[in-house]
Nanobody, 122 residues
Framework: QAQLVESGGGLVQAGGSLRLSCAAS????????RAWFRQAPGKEREFVAAVAWSGGSTYYADSVKGRFTISRDNAKNTVYLQMNSLKPEDAAVYYC???????????????WGQGTQVTVSS
């Protein structure tokens, strides 16, 4: 059974950094686009970043461009999200997801992790 498991969330001060990881098991997602979404309390889940299967193409929400970096290690079946210069508005539950073709639309992703909490103190 395909499974995505996030880790690396926590509490950080504004301006600090965190690195999230999403490990896949049960199947290989090597040829899949891998993405990160986030959901803050009372808000809809929103797209954060995505990376193509080769790692050569990346996509970012405007709100995180220049601060977040998505990458992947296909040998480890893992995708990462390096988050720098964190702001209080970045606080949310971060989810990783996978699908065959690139998309920023939540409902189009068939595979999801359980989420990891990121809290940013001001």
């Amino acid at each position: 059974q395909a499974q995505l498991v996030e880790s690396g969330g926590g509490l950080v001060q504004a301006g600090g950094s965190l690195r999230l990881s999403c490990a896949a098991s049960g199947r290989t997602f090597r040829s899949y686009y891998r993405a990160w979404f986030r959901q803050a309390p009372g808000k809809e889940r929103e797209f954060v970043a995505a990376v193509a299967w080769s790692g050569g193409s990346t996509y970012y929400a405007d709100s995180v461009k220049g601060r977040f970096t998505i990458s992947r290690d296909n040998a480890k079946n893992t995708v990462y999200l390096q988050m720098n210069s964190l702001k209080p508005e970045d606080a949310a539950v971060y989810y990783c997801a996978a699908k065959v073709a690139p998309s920023a639309i939540t409902d189009e992703y068939p595979y999801w992790g359980q989420g990891t909490q990121v809290t940013v103190s001001s």
